[in-house]
Nanobody, 117 residues
């Protein structure tokens, strides 16, 4: 069982930055894709960023050029640097891991990000 723990959420004014981290309970070599998703109030969950084992990244259209994700395969962490935040970025941010062996997906408990206008 893979356990994910997010940290770094909070309240930030529009235009500010936040850095989220996700700690993974297993070796990152067993994880194929790490992802960040968010659920904004009244909206469906959406993909924010993904990074695979070799560091290739993909971003949701609404965050391209503002958010950047990275993974540390030694520290078993994945990070999400969020810049130029807007109130539309408000939501609960979840870390997701997909196992290499069978593509099983695992989720963290989520961390709240609130951007004030």
């Amino acid at each position: 069982q893979v356990q994910l723990v997010e940290s770094g959420g909070g309240l930030v004014p529009a235009g500010g930055s936040l850095r989220l981290s996700c700690t993974v309970s297993v070796r990152m070599s067993t994880i194929n894709i790490m992802g960040w998703y968010r659920r904004a109030p009244g909206k469906q969950r959406e993909m924010v960023a993904q990074i695979n084992m070799i560091g290739s990244t993909d971003y949701g259209d609404s965050v391209k050029g503002r958010f950047f994700t990275s993974r540390d395969n030694v520290k078993n962490t994945v990070n999400l640097q969020m810049n130029s935040l807007t109130p539309e970025d408000t939501g609960v941010y979840y870390c997701n891991a997909r196992a290499r062996i069978n593509d099983s997906g695992f989720w963290g408990q989520g961390t709240q990000v609130t951007v004030s206008s």
